[in-house]
């Protein structure tokens, strides 16, 4: 990436604050209205929620309506940009295990859906040839939308390709402490700019406070692992169970639903109560993320408990036939969880702040970002 080390004095259509994916994706959508654009983040590159990930992109499970028409347009985004940027689609689609007759209901419900069409059951043979790595369950979902990318390096080659191909300048370990128009304030010196687009993920504190906390956002800290097989095999597509049916809102809102909500909510409590479910994504060497669970909280969370690991370890178990596993790293992220899927405002103006606030910025970030960009113009 051109790390450009002395602040310009140059004045830019757009100053982007923060360099997760919202913000990465804000860029993108400025350069592609030929806007001169500038991004501002605080570490030497991010580390947060951005690429803690899982790096899947998710369209089936997105709330119906207009979080999943993000989803898709976000989805094919990845899609046209990964090859250009560097970026490796490691696997893509999404196998859903369905164990029980209650979320057979909800499946079949969700394929007469418009978020359905695409979708489809496998059959017994596909089953056998595509999944062999599925425990015997009632039958499989399957979406071809889905992607995964590897996202901690991932986030590094979508910065350094705005650079190199779109003329993106970057401030790293650079603090945008306040805003005034058409003064960008940081802790290396001043930034000028037309607008400002803030995108500070889980720091909901330091800019536009009062702003932000109209999100009601908590912080959601989830617990994920990596883990190797003990026996190398290739995964086909993401994996998801009956708790995930349960808990991503384009299953769970669904009316048919709520047996399985009730049913799980009884038979497995402590996952259901620990937020837990399960993704299962597949990098380059063979190993697996596996993840998650979801705590709630008015703060960041330092401490990881590691009983909920043992939740998602058991519930992987349960859905893959691998034999054994090696965890090979544990860690936590953590994303602003708020009363809708996303929240964006305008302060004052030419200045907008925007968040994911569900958890799903890798699937739906690159919409959300034209978005902003357009709030941004239009409130000038
Ligand atoms: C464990 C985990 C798993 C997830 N899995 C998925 C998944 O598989 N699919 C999916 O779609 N979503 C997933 N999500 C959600 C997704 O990762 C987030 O929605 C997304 O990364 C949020 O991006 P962001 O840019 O808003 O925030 P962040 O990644 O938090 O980035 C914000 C950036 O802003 C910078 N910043 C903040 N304030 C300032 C300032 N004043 N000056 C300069 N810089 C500043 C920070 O340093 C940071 O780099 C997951 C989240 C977690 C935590």
Not at 325 to 332: R, T
Request: glycine letters at 8%.
């Amino acid at each position: 990436m051109q790390l450009t080390s002395k602040l310009s004095e140059k004045k830019y259509d757009v100053v982007i604050v923060g360099g997760g994916i919202v913000g990465l994706a804000s860029a993108y959508a400025a350069v592609k209205k030929g806007l001169s654009v500038a991004l501002v983040e605080r570490e030497s590159q991010n580390k947060d929620a951005s690429v803690r990930n899982f790096g899947f992109v998710t369209v089936s499970g997105q709330q119906s309506g207009a979080h999943w028409q993000r989803a898709m347009h976000t989805r094919n985004i990845w899609a046209d940009i990964a090859p250009k940027a560097g970026i490796e689609v490691e696997h893509s689609g999404l196998h859903m295990l369905i164990q029980r007759p209650e979320a057979m209901d909800i499946a079949e419900a969700f394929l007469q859906t418009e978020m359905g069409a695409s979708c489809r059951l496998l059959t017994q043979a596909e089953i056998a040839e595509n999944t062999p790595y599925l425990k015997d369950g009632l039958g499989v979902l399957y979406s071809p939308h889905e992607l995964r990318v590897e996202s901690k390096t991932a986030i590094g080659k979508l910065a350094n390709w705005l650079s190199r191909a779109h003329g993106v300048d970057f401030y790293n370990k650079t603090t945008v402490h306040s805003i005034e128009l058409p003064i960008v304030h940081t802790s290396r010196g001043t930034l000028q700019a037309e607008h400002c687009v803030v995108c500070p993920g889980t720091d909901l504190h330091s800019l536009y406070p009062e702003t932000l906390a109209q999100a009601k956002a908590k912080l959601c800290t989830l617990n994920m692992m990596r883990v190797m097989p003990k026996k190398a095999f290739k995964l086909n597509a993401a994996v998801m169970s009956d708790l995930s049916f349960a808990r991503y809102d384009g299953f769970a809102q669904l009316p048919e639903a709520q047996k399985l909500i009730s049913l799980l909510d009884n038979i497995q409590s402590a996952e259901r109560k620990a937020g837990v479910h399960l993704i299962v994504v597949q990098s380059a060497d063979g190993s697996l993320i596996i993840g998650d669970s979801h705590d709630y909280n008015d703060r960041e969370l330092p401490f990881r408990d590691v009983r909920v690991d043992d939740l998602i370890i058991n519930e992987f178990h349960q859905v893959m036939d691998i034999g054994e596993i090696d965890i090979v790293q544990h860690w936590l992220g953590v994303y602003p969880s708020g009363d809708n899927v996303v929240f964006k405002a305008s302060p004052e103006k030419g200045v907008v702040v925007g968040s994911v606030t569900s958890g799903t910025g890798a699937s739906t970030g690159f919409a959300f970002g034209e978005e902003l960009i357009h709030l941004v113009l239009e409130s000038k």
